[in-house]
Structures are given as structure tokens and as C-alpha cells.
């Protein structure tokens, strides 16, 4: 359910307005109206700014996190209020100031450049040694030596076609290597002459290989250790800027709601206005009144105003508040439909799953992790173990465990059979779409008045009735002919007041116009609508068979009992049969996984909320609080 809200607006003496803020972040229950953007403000910019920066630099620590924290020493020293440089050694710093915040930046940020001019440095001298690698091991020594003699050699490189003993003999060249399809050579000759070989390319390598190759290696070493030494650092590191994080966080927040206030008599008052949960409003009020600040109660219209939305649901339905979130909170003056959504979703998911042993293995597999967790359990597994008790339910009714057919499988009596699945698929779609009109023609009753419902609701009656009155007797239910004419008389009432009173106040003429129109809409919406269920039926047949093709495959490997078959050759049929079954079952599951989340979430947010007439738009409760 929505939670109800009450609306207070505060006048407060212009002195004291950061004082009362400060008290009202204390008391944490108030979702402050928000009539100014921060962008509005340079502080509050740069505030937006440094937390962008900030995140930017923890995205840059990720890749050298290894997932362990090393053990903690002291904190961050302050000497004469200043904070000293924090050492890239394995400690927590304690952030006790955004100065510190910003240094710990500074150091971090200084890591990291060190350690990209390293490996720049690494590529110039890997490309380096590519480069003169055929040239081998020479001394640049002996190199100066002939240079202080009056010779100089030079180094070129011809492709090898070109490389011909006449070319050798006419420029008195001697070969080193030839690599790609070139051929490596030097010429020696007098200082200050200038050789012509037109077609080859003179080289200018620096120094040998083994040089290279020693300061190469020199550099990876040093490249290893900070980047070990950053790896011990960074749960520490990301640990501190996080709480800057907050700290900033808390300042942004403290200056947005700060500015919220509207200036009155000359700037010497603030009016300040907020919403507050009506369970936490009296404590809320005392609190106030037992320091002395002046507020009161107004009304607001929901119309006009977008009043924070705060969902309030029982252990089950809250784990399916994440399904609700992933399209839009319902606005304050629709309802909330989590509830109605959950156990058709449980059921969806089931059927998409269409195996008892995924869905137990599902649920072991959230159960352990949870049971391993500390802190707070995140909705999303609580979810999960529902969403998996349910598939293992579900697939039961099915008749399939890890692909194996149970003996109620393709029971006449089963309505979760395969022969009878895509039946009670289609039945499914209706009974929820059906719901979903019902729903929407509540919420226009609740926002226009009832008598705008009555239409909305003749439609439910009339489907209803008339496809009571044709589906039973097909499906072998005998009716009582009273019970008959019951249905066809609710069904004519019905059309009446979809036909004759759509819109209140109108002409019936246009009424009955409006009706003809309607009819075909809804005709045509209701085929199209529950003919999408369908995917129901086929997505849990497709996993299931492919269970039991895997299932197959691997038995086949499996040498059959009395075909004189030796000991290795079992075992390795067994083997490979496991291997098989593992792989196949984890790709079939992995699929299962995605179709039974995709699938009954566009039913959901497709079909249901269509028919519905669900609006959304609604914006989270999110009190002014201190983290």
C-alpha cells in the first residue's frame, strides 16, 4: 500500500534556519519539497562536480582491486591541523575532514599516473625492441671507437628480393638477420660519406637488444610492484573515499534542502515545506514542539503536487517492491499494485522455468548466500528465494525435475500438463487482464467519482458472465439453467451500462457510440492481450524438452548393461555423461533464468498495467537525513 503522507510548512527566524535544518536532519523523517535545482548554485555545483570526480577515480581503482583488505595500522596523522601525506603503505586512512578527502585524491590520482607513465614507458621500450631485434647484441662502444678511428657503420634494410649477390658485391654490405620478408645489413665506411642505396632503408637503432630488454624487464619489475602495492591499498582506499563520499553527499543534501526556503518579510523569515509519513507524524510533532519551532499542518493537492511515494507492504509483497521500482512508482493518487503483481509474477516466473529442479536449485543457491551474507539482505535475494520456491512449486505441478518426467506429467486431471498448458496459459492472461480492468476501473471510481467506474466494472461483469456461461459447459461443467439464466442476465445488464452509461451526464446517442467503440477496442485488446500469455505455455515446454534432450544425450554415452562393455569404458561413459549434464543443464538453466525474468515482466508491465490504466510517474520518499 501507499503510504499516507502529511504536509507541514515552517516559518523560522532567518537566524536560526540553518540550526532548524540541522534539527530536522537529526529528527530524519521529512522529504523536503524541492522548488530549486542545485545546478542553481555554484557551491552546490562544485559539491556535484567533486563527487563526479570522485567517482571517476574510484572507476580507475577497480581493475586493481583484488577483493582482499589487508590488515589495518593507524589511521592518518594531523600535525597543526594540517593532514600529513598519506603513505601508499597498507593503512586505513581515517578521514576526519574533505581536505583530507581531497589529498587522499591527490595521492591516489598520483598512483595512478605513476604507474600509466610506467607502462607507457613499457610500450616505447617493447616497441623499441621489435625494432631492433634484428640487429642482435652489438656495443655501442665499439661502434664510438670506430667513429674516433674515422669510420662509421650503418645500418640498413632491403627487402629480400632485392638482396642479391650482385648488390652485395657492388656495395661491399654484410647481412645480420633477415626477418618479414627484409633483409637486416651494415656498411662500413669513411666518417662523412654519405652511401647511396636508394632502395634500401637506413636504420638508426640506439642500442642492442640485451640492452633493451634489460631496461625492459627492469620496468615490468617495477610495474609489478606498484601495482601490487596499489592492490593492497585500494580496499583501504576506496573504503576512505567512500566516506568522503558521504561527506559530500551530506553537504549536497544539507545545501539543496537549505535552499529550498522561501525568503519572506524582508529575508528576516524562512518557509520551508516537507512531507512526512502520517505514522511518524506525531512523534514528528512532538519533537518540534519540544523545541519551541512553529510549523502546521496544510493540505496539498495530489493533482498538482508530486507527493513523495513511501510503499508499505508485508515480508512477501516487499521483496516484489524491486519488480514495482523497475518500471515507476505508482503516482500518490493511484494504489499500490505490488500485492496484486507478486503471486502472478511467482507464477509466471514457474511456468517460464518449467522445472522443479531449477527452481530448488535456485532456491538452495539464494538460501546459502544469504545465509553467508552479513549485513543487511538486499531485496534482490529475497526475491529470488521466492521467485525459486515458486518455479520448484510450480515445476512440481508441471510434472519435470531436471528434465525427467513425473508419472502426473500428462495426467488428464493435471491443468499444468503439456497437453493442457497453453489452455490454462490463455485462462491466465484473462483472469489477470480481466483483474487489471477491474483495478483501473477502481482507480478512475477513486479520482472522477464512482459512477465514472460503473462502466469499468460492467466490462469485468460482462466479460465474466458470458464467458462463465460458453467456457463451462465446454469444459463439461454442467449448469443449473437457473445458474444459466443468472449469467446471461448479468451479462445483458452489463451491456446496458456499457452501452447506454460509458459517460455520465452525456447524451445516450453518443453513449451508444462511444460503446460500439469501446466494444471493438475491447475485443480486439482482450484477443491480442491474452494470446500473449502464450509465451507462458511455450517458453516452460521449451525448457523442459530441453532437459530432456541433455538428459538423452548423456545416457547415450553410457555403455548399455550386458553389452560386454569394460570397466574404463563405463567409467568414461559416466564421465562424459556428467560432463554433459552439467553443461547442458547450466546453459539450459542460465536460459531459463533470462526468459522467466524477460517474460512475465512485459506481461506485467505491458499487458497488466495497460488494462490497468496504471500512470506511474511517482517520485521515492527520500527523508532529509544525516548518513
Not at 597543526?80 to 576526519?96: C, Q
Request: contains cysteine; negative net charge; glycine residues 10%.
Amino acid at each position: 500500500m501507499i503510504q499516507p503522507m502529511n504536509k507541514y510548512a515552517f516559518l523560522i527566524f532567518h537566524r536560526e534556519y540553518e540550526a532548524f535544518l540541522g534539527e530536522l536532519r537529526s529528527l530524519g523523517v521529512v522529504h523536503v519539497q524541492e522548488q530549486k535545482q542545485a545546478k542553481e548554485v555554484e557551491e552546490l555545483q562544485q559539491i556535484i562536480r567533486e563527487r563526479t570526480h570522485l567517482s571517476e577515480v574510484l572507476r580507475a581503482l577497480r581493475p586493481y582491486a583484488t577483493g582482499k583488505a589487508p590488515e589495518t595500522t593507524e589511521g592518518t596523522e594531523t600535525t597543526e591541523g594540517k593532514a600529513t601525506p598519506i603513505s601508499s603503505s597498507p593503512t586505513a586512512p581515517v578521514l576526519r575532514s574533505e581536505e583530507e578527502g581531497r589529498q587522499l585524491i591527490a595521492e591516489v590520482e598520483a598512483q595512478l599516473a605513476r604507474l600509466a607513465t610506467l607502462q607507457e614507458q613499457r610500450n616505447a621500450l617493447s616497441q623499441e625492441a621489435q625494432e631492433v631485434s634484428p640487429w642482435g647484441e652489438f656495443s655501442t662502444q665499439g661502434i664510438a671507437r670506430l667513429s674516433e678511428a674515422g669510420y662509421t657503420l650503418s645500418f640498413f634494410a632491403l627487402p629480400v628480393s632485392r638482396f642479391t649477390e650482385d648488390f652485395c658485391q657492388s656495395h661491399d654490405v654484410v647481412s645480420v638477420s633477415e626477418r618479414s620478408g627484409k633483409v637486416y645489413f651494415v656498411l662500413l665506411h669513411l666518417c662523412g660519406e654519405s652511401p647511396e642505396l636508394p632502395e634500401a632503408e637506413c636504420l638508426h637503432p640506439r642500442r642492442s637488444i640485451g640492452e633493451v630488454e634489460a631496461e625492459l624487464q627492469a620496468t615490468e619489475q617495477t610495474i609489478q610492484e606498484a601495482r601490487g602495492q596499489l592492490s593492497t591499498s585500494v580496499p583501504h582506499y576506496e573504503e576512505a573515499l567512500q566516506s568522503y563520499d558521504v561527506m559530500l553527499e551530506n553537504r549536497l543534501t544539507f545545501g539543496t534542502v537549505r535552499l529550498q526556503g522561501d525568503a519572506l518579510a524582508d529575508e528576516r523569515l524562512m518557509l520551508l515545506e516537507g512531507f512526512v509519513p502520517s505514522d511518524l507524524a506525531p512523534s514528528f510533532e512532538a519533537a518540534l514542539q519540544a523545541r519551541g519551532y512553529y510549523f502546521r499542518q496544510i493540505d496539498f493537492d495530489p493533482e498538482v503536487e508530486r507527493v513523495p511515494i513511501q510503499l508499505k507492504n508485508n515480508a512477501f509483497t516487499r521483496s516484489f517492491e524491486f519488480i514495482t521500482e523497475l518500471y515507476s512508482l505508482p503516482n500518490y493518487q493511484e494504489i499500490d499494485q505490488t500485492y496484486l503483481i507478486a503471486p502472478f509474477f511467482m507464477l509466471f516466473f514457474g511456468l517460464c522455468f518449467g522445472d522443479a529442479g531449477y527452481g530448488l536449485v535456485l532456491l538452495a543457491a539464494t538460501t546459502l548466500v544469504r545465509l553467508r551474507s552479513k549485513g543487511p539482505v538486499p531485496s534482490i535475494l529475497t526475491l529470488l528465494q521466492w521467485l525459486g520456491a515458486g518455479a520448484f512449486a510450480v515445476g512440481l505441478m508441471m510434472g519435470g525435475i531436471f528434465g525427467i518426467e513425473l508419472p502426473w506429467a500428462h495426467s488428464p486431471v493435471n491443468i499444468f500438463s503439456q497437453e493442457k498448458m497453453m489452455t490454462t496459459s490463455v485462462v491466465i492472461g484473462i483472469i489477470q487482464v480481466l483483474l487489471a480492468k477491474a483495478i483501473g476501473a477502481y482507480k478512475r471510481g477513486r479520482q472522477q467519482g464512482w459512477r465514472y467506474s460503473l462502466s469499468g466494472f460492467a466490462w469485468v461483469l460482462l466479460l465474466s458472465s458470458a464467458g462463465l456461461a460458453y467456457a463451462l459447459p465446454m469444459a463439461g461443467v454442467i449448469l443449473p439453467m437457473s445458474v444459466t439464466y443468472a449469467l446471461y442476465g448479468l451479462a445483458g445488464l452489463s451491456a446496458l451500462v456499457v452501452f447506454f452509461y460509458n459517460s455520465p451526464g452525456k447524451n445516450p446517442l453518443v453513449n451508444f457510440g462511444s460503446g460500439v467503440w469501446t466494444t471493438y477496442e475491447t475485443a480486439s485488446g482482450l484477443l491480442g492481450d491474452s494470446l500473449s500469455y502464450i509465451r507462458l505455455f511455450a517458453i516452460g515446454l521449451t525448457g523442459g524438452i530441453l532437459g530432456g534432450v541433455f538428459n538423452q544425450l548423456a545416457l547415450s554415452c553410457v555403455p548399455a548393461s550386458g553389452s560386454g562393455a569394460s570397466v574404463v569404458a563405463h567409467v568414461l561413459g559416466w564421465l562424459f555423461a556428467l560432463v554433459i549434464l552439467a553443461l547442458g543443464h547450466g546453459i539450459n538453466f542460465g536460459i531459463a533464468m533470462i526468459g522467466a525474468f524477460v517474460h512475465p515482466l512485459r506481461l506485467t508491465f505491458v499487458e497488466y498495467y495497460k488494462n490497468s490504466e496504471f500512470e506511474g510517474g511517482g517520485r521515492a520518499y527520500t527523508p532529509f537525513r544525516q548518513k
